[in-house]
């Protein structure tokens, strides 16, 4: 049981380099979700989709995109990477249960830098 | 928008003693939750209390909740040097028995354990 699974963990990109973080989940969840991790920010969400076909922006979406194709995944792309892109990104998944308590899985992280 | 506020933002204890952290917050809730995060790796749920519960125990963790100040504590006690780690306070907006919205996580505390 992987639970929560990001790839890549690494990656260095040039500004306006485009790529995709794809997370994966084996735990059947409704519930998955993209944040960025910065020093002193704690996470933010970027977006998130609460079923198989659906997405919705978050706290700071401008610059990313997702889809949910299949349920056990959801992808991030970035279309045209810059500096500020630079961060630890997660992937989380929840089942939110009889009373929507949402406790959050998450991934290992994906370690992007933008040059 | 960050809704939860760790405090201490660094906190450094030697083994054996117990540390607290403090989190408060904006809206009403439906629960707030603590989760660790071990250096260079994804956040891992500890425990979650209801807006209608005031303290929880799972092991070592102790964790109160004051709705009418918004505010929550997690004691650690007895600590170890493998609770050397950062922790986030998250709430989930909204009242108990329903929520609104998505987790919102604090910036975090970051504790060093030391043998």
């Known amino acids: 049981n992987a639970g929560v699974t990001q790839t890549p963990k690494f990656r260095v990109l040039k500004t306006g380099q485009s790529m995709t973080l794809l997370c994966a989940q084996d735990?059947?969840?409704?519930?998955m979700y993209w944040y960025r991790q910065d020093p002193g920010m704690g996470l933010r969400l970027i977006h998130y989709s609460v079923g198989e076909g659906t997405t919705a922006k978050g706290e700071v979406p401008d610059g990313y995109n997702v889809s949910r194709l299949k349920k056990q995944n959801f992808l991030l792309g970035l279309e045209s990477a810059a500096p500020s892109q630079t961060s630890v990104y997660f992937c989380?998944?929840?089942?939110?249960?009889?009373?929507?308590?949402?406790?959050?899985?998450f991934g290992a992280g994906t370690r992007l830098s933008v040059l | 928008s960050q809704q939860g506020e760790e405090d201490p933002q660094a906190l450094s204890i030697q083994e054996g003693e117990n540390a607290t952290m403090n989190c408060s917050y904006k809206t009403s809730i439906n629960n707030l939750q603590w989760y660790r995060q071990n250096s260079g790796r994804g956040l891992v749920h500890l425990i979650l209390i209801r807006s209608n519960e005031r303290e929880k125990h799972s092991g070592r963790l102790r964790v109160t909740l004051d709705t009418s100040k918004k505010s929550s504590s997690l004691l650690i006690t007895a600590s170890r040097a493998a609770d050397t780690a950062s922790y986030f306070c998250?709430?989930?907006?909204?009242?108990?028995?329903?929520?609104?919205?998505?987790?919102?996580f604090g910036k975090g505390t970051k504790l060093s354990v030391k043998p």
């Open positions: 998250a709430t989930l907006p909204g009242v108990y028995g329903g929520s609104q919205g998505n987790l919102i």
């Open positions: 989380a998944s929840s089942n939110r249960g009889g009373v929507r308590v949402n406790i959050q899985y």
């Open positions: 735990m059947n969840h409704e519930y």
